[in-house]
C-alpha cells in the first residue's frame, strides 16, 4: 500500500523510537556511527598562528552526556613537533589572539558562575591570568593594539527600557504579574538571542595590563565586527552604519576610523551597500575591505577592495573571482592579502596580489558544525613567516588542525581517532547530473551505508541544504552518517541558487524561489535513484530552512516520495516576511517587493498555495525560539495537512533556534531518531 490514510499514521512508531533513546547512554559500542556517538564528537576550530609561527592556539570544542552541550577549551600546539597541552579550561573559552610580540595570549570565557564573559590575558612565559576587567557585559571582537598596550573590543551599552504611561506602585508585599513591555525599535530580536535588552554595541579599549575600560563611540548605533589597528595605534578601524534611518538598511555599512585618543570619527567609504572587515596593511599605506554595490538583489558576491588610508582609490581586486570572499588578512610584506572562498561546495584559502592576480594556497577547509556539510565558515590566521594555520574536514572526520608552511602541509590534531578510526562510516562519491531544465551541471554526492552485498538495494533520501545561498560539500555530516548507518542511501547536491559557482548560477533564483531549482533537484533524484543499489520505489525527501520549503514545495508538486519531513522551513512568504527577526531584508531582497505591492507573487512562491495537492506523509519539524522561520510558519503546514487528513505529526524541539536546531547532541539525536522512524513507517 502506498499511503496510509490514517491522518496521525506514524505518530506512534515516531514516539516508540523517541522513547527508546533515553538508553542511548548506556548502549553499547557500535561497529557503524550511532546516536551515542554524536556525544563523543570533537571539533577543533579556530586556529591561531603565533605571529613567528611557532605555536598555534585553537578552540577545542568536546560535548559532555552529562551537560549535552558542546564545551570550548583553548589548546596549544607546537607544529614542529604536533605536541599539544590544554591551555584554558571551559566550559566556554573562545577567541584565543595572540598579542604582536606572541608573549601574551587574549582570549575571552565566561565564569562557572554564569555572570558575563570577560577578558582574559595570559603571559606565555610565566603561564600566569589576569581578568583585566570587570565588564558588565559580554565582550567581542577582541584586538590587540601593535605595541601591546592596550586591547579593543566591542561591547553592548543598555539603554532604559520603552515605556507607555506612568508607572504603577506596587503596594508592599503585593504579588502581580511581571510588568508589560514595550516594543518601539525596529530591530528588537534575533534567532541567536531572542527577544532582545534595549542596548547599542559600542567600541571600548582597555589596557593590556588591566584596567577600567574606555568607551569610545557612543549614540545609537552598532559599531564594530572584526576591529583592527592602524599600524601607527592611533586609531582602530571598524564598520558600521551610522545614516540616519540605518535600522531599515539592512545592507548599509561603511568602514570609519576611530581615534584612540580623542574619539573622533572619520568615515572612509561612501557606497552604497556593505563595507566590512577593514584591515589595515603592515605600512598603513592601504586598508583591504570587503563589501559589494548593493543591487537588493537577495544573492550578491561579496568582493575584496583595497583603498588608500584616507578612503581614496577604492577598487575591487577580486571582480573577476566570481566568488564571494571573507576573512581578509595581509601579508607580513604587504603584497599580498590572503582569503578564504568556496569554489564549487571546496572552501579554499586564497593569496591575492596587489593586482588582482590569485593563487590558492590550501583548500578543503571546514568549520565546527557537526550535523549538516555545509562549506561555510573555515576559520584561518597566517603568521610572519608565512605559515598557515586552518581547520580541515572530510566526509569522514570533521575539523581538525593543519598547518601549511613552506609548499607543505601537516595535519596536527586527530581529536577523533579513537571513535571513528575504527568505525564503519559512509563514503562520499561525487556525481554531475545535467538539469532536465537546461542541462545544466549540477554537482551531487552519494552516501551509501557502510557495508553493501551485491545486488543489495537501500531506500533512498534526497537531503536539501539551506540558505538556499548556501553550498553543501564533501563533508562531515552527522545526520547523513546516522541515515547511512540505518540502511538508507543520501543523496544531496548544489542547485542553483547555492553559492561557490558564480553569480549566474546563483542568482537563477533571483526573486523566484523555488524556481528551477525544483527540477535541479528532481534530476538529481533520477540520476541517484537510477544506481543499482537504489530502492526506487522507496524514495524519500527532507531538508531545513529553505531546503525545508523545498520540501514542502516537492511534495505539492509530486507523489513520487513515500514521505517527507520538512524542517524549520518558510510555508507562507507574506506571514514569513512579517514575522521573521530579518523582516527589513526578507520583502525587498527575496522578491522584490513588500507583500501589499505584490501578493500574487508571494502566494505563487509560497508552498501553502500547493498545499491541496499533497498526498505525501509529512512530519514537521520546528525549533520552539526559532525567530528566522518562526514556529507559526510550522505550525500552518501540520494544520493545514490536518484538514486534509494527511499523515502528519508536528515535533517541537525546546529552547532551538533556527540556528541552533542540532546544537545540543540530544537533539541532534532525537531529531534523526524521529526522522528514520518517520520513513521507516512508510518504507514500502
Same mark, same amino acid.
Given at each position: 500500500m502506498r499511503r496510509s490514510t490514517m491522518p496521525n499514521a506514524g505518530f506512534v512508531s515516531v514516539l516508540c523510537l523517541l522513547c527508546g533513546f533515553c538508553e542511548l547512554a548506556g548502549a553499547l559500542p557500535s561497529e557503524t556511527f550511532s546516536p551515542r556517538d554524536v556525544f563523543d564528537l570533537q571539533v577543533a576550530s579556530d586556529p591561531r598562528i603565533r605571529p613567528d609561527g611557532g605555536a598555534i592556539a585553537y578552540v577545542r570544542v568536546a560535548y559532555s552526556v552529562l551537560t549535552d552541550r558542546g564545551e570550548r577549551s583553548i589548546w596549544l600546539i607546537d607544529p614542529a613537533t604536533g605536541k599539544q597541552a590544554p591551555l584554558v579550561d571551559g566550559p566556554s573559552a573562545v577567541s584565543p589572539r595572540w598579542s604582536a610580540d606572541g608573549t601574551r595570549l587574549a582570549y575571552i570565557s565566561t565564569p562557572p558562575s554564569g555572570a558575563p564573559a570577560q577578558l582574559y590575558v595570559r603571559w606565555m612565559e610565566h603561564g600566569v591570568v589576569s581578568k583585566i576587567a570587570n565588564l558588565p557585559a559580554a565582550p567581542g571582537d577582541i584586538a590587540w593594539s601593535p605595541d601591546g598596550h592596550q586591547i579593543a573590543f566591542t561591547m553592548a551599552s543598555p539603554v532604559a527600557p520603552l515605556t507607555l504611561g506612568p508607572p504603577l506602585v506596587k503596594p508592599p508585599g503585593a504579588t502581580w504579574a511581571d510588568p508589560i513591555k514595550v516594543i518601539g525599535d525596529v530591530i528588537y530580536r534575533s534567532d541567536s538571542g531572542g527577544y532582545l535588552p534595549r542596548g547599542?554595541?559600542?567600541?571600548?579599549?582597555?589596557?593590556?595590563? *588591566?584596567?577600567? !575600560?574606555?568607551?569610545?563611540?557612543? =549614540?545609537?548605533?552598532? @559599531?564594530?565586527?572584526?576591529?583592527?589597528?592602524?599600524? @601607527?595605534?592611533?586609531?582602530?578601524?571598524?564598520?558600521?552604519?551610522?545614516?540616519?534611518?540605518?535600522?531599515?538598511?539592512?545592507?548599509?555599512?561603511? /568602514?570609519?576610523?576611530?581615534?584612540?585618543?580623542?574619539? /573622533?570619527?572619520?568615515?572612509?567609504?561612501?557606497?552604497? *551597500? +556593505?563595507?566590512?572587515?577593514?584591515?589595515?596593511?603592515?605600512?598603513?599605506?592601504?586598508?583591504?575591505?570587503?563589501?559589494?554595490?548593493? %543591487?537588493?538583489?537577495?544573492?550578491?558576491?561579496?568582493?575584496?577592495?583595497?583603498?588608500?588610508? @584616507?578612503?581614496?582609490?577604492?577598487?575591487?581586486?577580486?571582480?573577476?573571482?566570481?566568488?564571494?570572499? &571573507?576573512?581578509?588578512?595581509?601579508?607580513?610584506?604587504?603584497?599580498?592579502?590572503?582569503?578564504?572562498?568556496?569554489?564549487?561546495?571546496?572552501?579554499?584559502?586564497?593569496?591575492?596580489?596587489?593586482?588582482?592576480?590569485?593563487?590558492?594556497?590550501?583548500? &578543503?577547509?571546514?568549520? %565546527?558544525?557537526l550535523d549538516l556539510p555545509y562549506a561555510v565558515g573555515g576559520a584561518f590566521s597566517v603568521a610572519k613567516n608565512a605559515a598557515v594555520a586552518f581547520a580541515r574536514g572530510n566526509v569522514g572526520y570533521p575539523s581538525e588542525i593543519v598547518v601549511s608552511s613552506k609548499g607543505s602541509e601537516h595535519r596536527l590534531t586527530h581529536l577523533n581517532a579513537e571513535l571513528l578510526e575504527n568505525k564503519a562510516l559512509a563514503t562520499a562519491t561525487h556525481l554531475q547530473v545535467p538539469s532536465k531544465f537546461d542541462a545544466q551541471p549540477i554537482d551531487a554526492w552519494i552516501m551509501t551505508p557502510p557495508r553493501i552485498a551485491p545486488g543489495q538495494k537501500f531506500p533512498l533520501i534526497l537531503e536539501i541544504h539551506g540558505g538556499p545561498y548556501a553550498s553543501y560539500g564533501e563533508l562531515w555530516s552527522t545526520e547523513f552518517q546516522l541515515y547511512a548507518a540505518a540502511g538508507f542511501v543520501v543523496v544531496y547536491c548544489n542547485p542553483r541558487g547555492s553559492d561557490s559557482y558564480g553569480d549566474e548560477f546563483a542568482s537563477g533564483i533571483a526573486h523566484d524561489f523555488p524556481g528551477h531549482d525544483y527540477d535541479d533537484l528532481m534530476s538529481v533524484v533520477d540520476a541517484a535513484a537510477a544506481k543499482d543499489f537504489v530502492d526506487a520505489n522507496n524514495l524519500f525527501v527532507t531538508g531545513g530552512s529553505g531546503g525545508g520549503l523545498l520540501t514542502a514545495?516537492?511534495?505539492?508538486?509530486?507523489?513520487?516520495?513515500?514521505?517527507? /519531513?520538512?524542517?524549520?522551513?518558510?510555508?507562507? $512568504?507574506?506571514?514569513?516576511?512579517?514575522?521573521?527577526?530579518?523582516?527589513?531584508?526578507? =520583502? +525587498?531582497?527575496?522578491? *522584490?517587493?513588500?507583500? $501589499? %505591492?505584490?501578493?500574487?507573487?508571494? $502566494?505563487?512562491?509560497?508552498?501553502?498555495?500547493?498545499? *491541496?495537492?499533497?498526498?505525501? !506523509?509529512?512530519?514537521?519539524?520546528? =525549533?520552539?525560539? @526559532?525567530?528566522?522561520? !518562526?514556529?507559526?510558519?510550522?505550525?500552518?503546514?501540520?494544520?493545514?495537512?490536518?484538514?486534509r487528513g494527511i499523515p502528519t505529526a508536528l515535533i517541537r524541539v525546546p529552547g532551538a533556534s533556527h540556528g541552533s536546531l542540532a546544537s545540543r547532541p540530544s537533539h541532534l539525536a532525537q531529531e534523526v531518531a524521529a526522522i528514520l522512524a518517520w520513513f521507516n513507517r512508510f518504507k514500502d
Open positions: 547599542f554595541r559600542h567600541i571600548w579599549v582597555v589596557s593590556a595590563d *588591566g584596567g577600567a !575600560p574606555r568607551q569610545l563611540t557612543f =549614540g545609537d548605533f552598532n @559599531d564594530g565586527h572584526n576591529l583592527s589597528w592602524m599600524p @601607527d595605534g592611533q586609531s582602530i578601524l571598524f564598520s558600521g552604519n551610522r545614516a540616519e534611518g540605518w535600522e531599515r538598511q539592512p545592507l548599509q555599512s561603511n /568602514v570609519y576610523r576611530l581615534s584612540v585618543a580623542d574619539g /573622533v570619527l572619520t568615515q572612509l567609504t561612501h557606497a552604497n *551597500g +556593505p563595507s566590512v572587515w577593514p584591515v589595515a596593511s603592515p605600512d598603513g599605506r592601504y586598508i583591504a575591505y570587503l563589501g559589494y554595490i548593493d %543591487e537588493h538583489r537577495p544573492h550578491q558576491d561579496t568582493e575584496l577592495y583595497i583603498m588608500d588610508r @584616507d578612503g581614496g582609490h577604492a577598487h575591487s581586486l577580486t571582480a573577476t573571482l566570481d566568488r564571494p570572499v &571573507d576573512a581578509p588578512q595581509w601579508s607580513a610584506d604587504g603584497r599580498n592579502v590572503y582569503v578564504v572562498y568556496i569554489d564549487r561546495g571546496v572552501q579554499k584559502i586564497a593569496r591575492i596580489s596587489l593586482t588582482g592576480r590569485v593563487n590558492e594556497v590550501a583548500r &578543503d577547509l571546514s568549520y %565546527e558544525g514545495w516537492i511534495v505539492g508538486k509530486n507523489s513520487r516520495f513515500r514521505a517527507a /519531513v520538512v524542517q524549520r522551513p518558510v510555508i507562507n $512568504w507574506t506571514s514569513l516576511s512579517l514575522t521573521s527577526d530579518q523582516y527589513t531584508f526578507m =520583502g +525587498p531582497y527575496w522578491l *522584490g517587493k513588500l507583500p $501589499w %505591492e505584490d501578493p500574487d507573487a508571494y $502566494w505563487r512562491h509560497s508552498p501553502l498555495s500547493l498545499v *491541496g495537492a499533497v498526498t505525501t !506523509p509529512t512530519l514537521v519539524l520546528v =525549533g520552539e525560539e @526559532d525567530h528566522r522561520t !518562526p514556529p507559526a510558519e510550522a505550525e500552518q503546514y501540520y494544520q493545514a495537512l490536518q484538514l
